[in-house]
């Protein structure tokens, strides 16, 4: 019998071949914990008396959740994952360098891996071929510990994706076209395996964006089969080497088989407080919304800077609407300033955080007031989910969030047709008065720093400029007279005193 990605990567590290619906031991490749869940895990380990790791090189403490801390019980946390990763060895991801499942993608996981995570949306791995999941804090500190951890094989769903995406739908409008099909539950300890020419066609950000919310449909793992575009990847990651192609048997056994032809599909808005309570943007648009935020480990790389960037380049944000914006790493901030995102969007009037999960987690920054509204590119939009319960928060493509945030209501962003054309291509910024304005400034300091170096350079040549002769002359003369009158003025001195003394001895006779 043929096998699946899952039932092919979880043999490979348990003992022997094995089947769906099978509970197996199998090796653990890479560790991950953060700030939220990591110290529950590591004081787990103290409880037990297991300190030391199994293979700490791959285990990964990050603090991304609430950074710089928000509060002393959390900067505590901070530094309880602090003193853990210098007590065992473990590798600690510092605040500002990002959040944990873009930054591990990015430099730790390889097809083929078992990932473990104290986090639900560690299943976005699954993008790179691993088989990648979230569990427990206890759990993962025993696989930090023991490098091993119990599972359930999972059934898979295949998914079948054919046809080019529209103009203005992305990867995220079709996870959320999906998530809405089946439901919430609809792929509950279910692997999903993405197959078609539209996925062996997508470039690694999107596929990431597929993985990443294969939870939202309960799923346990979010599975693509690497190949080319996975292999680019990890060399721009600089760990080529670590590429291997992995494909399911064409025998492979699935429990449910779903087309989608995303030809068809238009722009889709989760509204509250449920993923998979979805709608098409036709029936979205119209509803304001006080706050936009671009961020999470949903939408956070550069390809989603550049669209929203795209689209709000010289235009105005609505007054009535707060846009908050949070690179995914350290990484993707430096390239987002070098390609000049970052500063349109500050232009726009985004404010712009440091790398980490940001509003998402409801602990700080960006906190909705009660009966607020808001539209985000996160994968999650549960009651409270960001940080007040009388809160709202709908789900959409970063496309979508940079048409709302112009319009102040949820808005439809193939009416930027121009601007989403552009995605991929060199931009030529147009002049606009800030631009004017910022040239002329540039200029006029240009100018100055010209002027300043011509007076220091005439400075320099006066000081080497030689001394004439016939002034030297002079000089010369100037001083020899003042010598020969205070000489002849000395004489004349000593000659009255003398005189003086004379007279005093005459009188004296």
């Not at 986090?119 to 427990?136: K, Q, Y």
């Amino acid at each position: 019998m043929g096998k699946t990605l899952a039932e092919k990567i979880i043999g490979e590290h348990a003992a022997g071949e094995v089947k769906a619906g099978q509970i197996v031991l199998a090796r653990v490749d890479v560790c991950l914990t953060q700030d939220g869940t990591g110290p529950l895990a590591v004081r787990q380990l103290e409880k037990l008396g297991l300190e030391k790791l199994a293979n700490p090189k791959r285990t990964v403490l990050f603090l991304d959740h609430s950074v710089p801390a928000s509060r002393k019980e959390l900067a505590d946390d901070h530094q309880t994952l602090r003193n853990f990763a210098k007590k065992t060895g473990a590798n600690l991801s510092e605040v500002g360098m990002g959040i944990c499942h873009t930054v591990i993608n990015e430099e730790y996981v390889n097809p083929g891996d078992i990932m473990i995570g104290a986090d639900s949306h560690t299943c976005t791995g699954g993008a790179l071929c691993a088989f990648a999941t979230g569990m427990g804090s206890t759990d993962v500190a025993i696989g930090m510990a023991l490098g091993k951890t119990w599972l359930r094989v999972p059934e898979t769903f295949k998914i079948v994706v054919n046809g080019e995406f529209p103009l203005g739908v992305f990867p995220k409008d079709l996870i959320l076209h999906l998530i809405g099909m089946i439901g919430a539950d609809g792929a509950t300890y279910k692997a999903l395996e993405w197959h078609g020419e539209t996925i062996e066609k997508m470039d690694m950000e999107g596929r990431l964006t597929l993985s990443n919310m294969a939870v939202e449909a309960g799923a346990k793992a979010g599975l693509i089969p690497s190949d080319e575009t996975t292999r680019r990847y990890l060399e721009e990651m600089g760990r080529g080497g670590k590429f291997r192609e992995i494909k399911p048997d064409p025998d492979a056994e699935y429990e449910r088989v779903i087309e989608i032809d995303v030809s068809q599909l238009t722009p889709v808005v989760s509204f509250p407080h449920a993923v998979d309570n979805t709608r098409i943007i036709d029936e979205a648009k119209g509803e304001k919304i006080n706050q936009v935020f671009l961020g999470t480990c949903t939408n956070s790389r550069v390809g989603d800077w550049e669209v929203v960037a795209n689209i709000v380049r010289g235009k105005k944000k609505h007054p009535n609407v707060r846009f908050i914006a949070v690179p995914g790493s350290v990484q993707i901030q430096k390239e987002v300033i070098r390609r000049g995102y970052y500063q349109t969007l500050l232009d726009f009037g985004a404010m712009i955080m440091p790398p980490g999960c940001g509003p998402c987690v409801g602990v700080y920054g960006g906190i909705l007031g009660s009966g607020e509204k808001c539209l985000a590119t996160m994968n999650r939009n549960f009651r409270g989910r960001m940080g007040n319960p009388e809160g709202f928060i709908y789900l959409a493509s970063p496309a979508t969030v940079a048409a709302t945030a112009i319009a102040g209501e949820i808005a439809d962003p193939r009416e930027y047709e121009a601007e989403l054309k552009a995605v991929g291509k060199k931009v030529v910024v147009p002049v606009t008065k800030a631009v004017k304005k910022v040239a002329k400034k540039k200029k006029a300091k240009e100018k100055a720093v010209k002027k300043a170096r011509a007076k220091k350079k005439a400075k320099r040549a006066v000081r080497k400029k030689p001394v004439r002769r016939a002034t030297t002359k002079r000089r010369v003369k100037k001083v020899a007279k003042r010598k020969v009158a205070k000489k002849k003025a000395a004489k004349r001195t000593m000659a009255k005193k003398r005189v003086k003394r004379t007279a005093k001895r005459t009188r004296r006779r």
